[in-house]
């Protein structure tokens, strides 16, 4: 389902009855694809050192999903989903969302991949180009079965705001957007229009 640009805050208070519309029964499984005006979302488990300072001017908002620090903004997609995991049977539904991102993406002539996290490791959960940086964020909740929050693909953000927090709790981290990779092959990037169609075809919930 595609909404546009939304307010973080009204997405997160939709959200809450998209999940209690699952749980009844009354709808099925949704994937819900949208964008955010400039703000950074904080898993509880972020160090608030790992936060930028005021003086970036960006809002930072705690939020109840995994995972740690991430910028939304323009040029980013979005995509939250609420699917009954209980319908669809055992599932570890992180590999699946890397999974359909990187078939999505790669369908539109951009090899990626999926990094397991060595042990005592801050989590690599995302998609990757394959020489490292980070194209894909994913952070999720599962609350009585049912999923929310999801992933953020960079089509064309300002990628310089990564540079004032430390991004998914990884230091070292080197974010990456679909533009940029265009560039640095000589090709058009994809439009919006078609990374959500792949996205939407690759992960789409019934």
Sequence with gaps: MELGQVEYDVAAKEMQGWVEERLAGTAGDRLFLLSHPPVITYGPRTVLDDLPAEAAGIPAVAVDR????????????????????KQRGPVDVVRWVENGLIEALGSLGFPLVRRDTPKGARSLVGVWTEDGRKLCSIGMRIRRGVTSHGFSVNVDPDL????????CGLH?????????????????????????????RSLGAA
Excluded: K
Excluded at 66 to 73: D, L, N, P, R, V
Excluded at 160 to 167: A, E, K, L, Q, R
Excluded at 187 to 196: C, G, K, N, Y
């Design 66 to 85: 995994g995972g740690f620090a991430t910028y939304h903004g323009p040029g980013q997609l979005v995509g939250y989903l609420v699917i009954d995991l």
């Design 160 to 167: 310089t705001v990564f540079h004032t927090f430390t991004s």
């Design 172 to 200: 070292d981290v080197t974010m990456v957007s679909l533009a940029e990779l265009a560039a640095e092959r000589g090709v058009p990037a994809p439009t919006d229009t078609a990374v959500r169609d792949a996205i939407a």
